[in-house]
Structure formats: structure tokens, C-alpha cells
T-cell receptor, first 117, second 113 residues
Framework: DAGVTQSPTHLIKTRGQQVTLRCSPK?????VSWYQQALGQGPQFIFQ???????QRGNFPDRFSGHQYPNYSSELNVNALLLGDSALYLC????????????????FGPGTRLTVL | GDSVTQMEGPVTLSEEAFLTINCTYT??????LFWYVQYPGEGLQLLLK?????DKGSNKGFEATYRKETTSFHLEKGSVQVSDSAVYFCALSQTGANSKLTFGKGITLSVRP
């Protein structure tokens, strides 16, 4: 049973460029959340996707956008990169339990290390 | 808004020492509480969780009890090993449909032989 996978592992970009990060959720999971982890800090929630729609969003600018495909995989796009966007980007997947009222455990991928020069 | 506060680190212990990592939270209602561990160069792994007051989560010798009265979820282990060296994050999420995780800053644990 494959866990959460992310690609690429590492990425180097320059200021002003755009980047796309990809995530495949754990088998049987339908919800994907993205987090940004700056060096020495805890992960910060960016947004969450379910049924191809953004359901929740953290305190991140519109430069951060996402997408979820019918197979539940997801992309995180960041436009007009800033030096401060350098971080480890984590994808987490979970499954919306029946009735939609229970928060299931989130399982994390290994992350994509983005460096902006 | 919700927040999680972890004790300042890093923490360095000798093998077989007792471990306590403090975690307190601020949140409305009755959130679920988690401890995640991050080994060098890897993503986060769920270590244990508790979903209601007085619940005790346990895994791999680690334990934490959900204390509503003190809004705490301290992580303990009776005898640490070198392989426990990692960064430990306390986190919470509100009950409901796939709510976000709110993390503390994390604490680095180093265990020396």
C-alpha cells in the first residue's frame, strides 16, 4: 500500500518564477492538505482540497493556488516566487469518514524542498 | 484562533533517560490532539493521538494524556533510545470534516549513547 508521494524531491527557482508541486494521496484517501514548513518552524496550513474544490484556506496570499484531480491527486502552484517562499512543502492526505463529521488522521508525504534564489 | 505551545528546545538526553516534552494548547471546544515526529530528511509521521479528554495515546513506548483541565498533552517516554532522536511536533485539529492541523514549533530531541 503506497503512502503519500510527492514530486519533485528538491527544486531550485529564482525570484519571480512560478512553481508547481505534485502530490498523490494514500490509497483510499480523498482529501489533500498542503502545508509550508519553514526552517526550524512547525508546518503552516496552506489549504485543503476535497471533491476537486478548495474547502479550507490558511493565511496565505493568492499567489498560492491549488488543484485536485478526479483521481484525488493534487497540485500546489506558487506564482511570483519570493525568497521567503523557500521551505519544505508537505502534502497530507486523509479520508472523509461517513457522515462527514469525523476528522480522520492526516498522513504526510516526504515533502518537496523548494529553494528560491 | 487555535494555537499550540511547545517547550523550548533542543533537548539532549542520555540513552535510557526519561523523557518529557511539554505541550499546551489554546482552542475552542474539544479538539483532537496529536504528536508527530520528523526524522532527519523525512516528512512527518503520526506518533500518537487522543480525541477526547482523559484519553491516553500511546505508541512505540511514547504516551500522552489529553488533559482538558490544564489544556495540555505532554509527551513522555520511560527510556529513550538513540533512534528516538528527531523533531517532535504537537498539533491539534478541531473536530469536523477534515479540519486543518495547527502545529507547535517543534522540539529537537538528541539522544546520546
Amino acid at each position: 500500500d503506497a503512502g503519500v508521494t510527492q514530486s519533485p524531491t528538491h527544486l531550485i527557482k529564482t525570484r519571480g518564477q512560478q512553481v508547481t508541486l505534485r502530490c498523490s494521496p494514500k490509497s483510499g484517501h480523498d482529501t489533500v492538505s498542503w502545508y509550508q514548513q519553514a526552517l526550524g518552524q512547525g508546518p503552516q496550513f496552506i489549504f485543503q482540497y476535497y471533491e476537486e474544490e478548495e474547502r479550507q484556506r490558511g493565511n496565505f496570499p493568492d499567489r498560492f493556488s491549488g488543484h485536485q484531480y478526479p483521481n484525488y491527486s493534487s497540485e500546489l502552484n506558487v506564482n511570483a516566487l519570493l525568497l521567503g517562499d523557500s521551505a519544505l512543502y508537505l502534502c497530507a492526505s486523509s479520508r472523509l469518514a461517513s457522515g462527514g463529521a469525523f476528522t480522520d488522521t492526516q498522513y504526510f508525504g516526504p515533502g518537496t524542498r523548494l529553494t528560491v534564489l | 484562533g487555535d494555537s499550540v505551545t511547545q517547550m523550548e528546545g533542543p533537548v539532549t538526553l542520555s540513552e535510557e533517560a526519561f523523557l518529557t516534552i511539554n505541550c499546551t494548547y489554546t482552542a475552542t471546544g474539544y479538539p483532537s490532539l496529536f504528536w508527530y515526529v520528523q526524522y532527519p530528511g523525512e516528512g512527518l509521521q503520526l506518533l500518537l493521538k487522543a480525541t477526547k479528554a482523559d484519553d491516553k495515546g500511546s505508541n512505540k513506548g511514547f504516551e500522552a494524556t489529553y488533559r482538558k483541565e490544564t489544556t495540555s498533552f505532554h509527551l513522555e517516554k520511560g527510556s529513550v533510545q538513540v533512534s528516538d532522536s528527531a523533531v517532535y511536533f504537537c498539533a491539534l485539529s478541531q473536530t469536523g470534516a477534515n479540519s486543518k492541523l495547527t502545529f507547535g514549533k517543534g522540539i529537537t530531541l538528541s539522544v546520546r549513547p
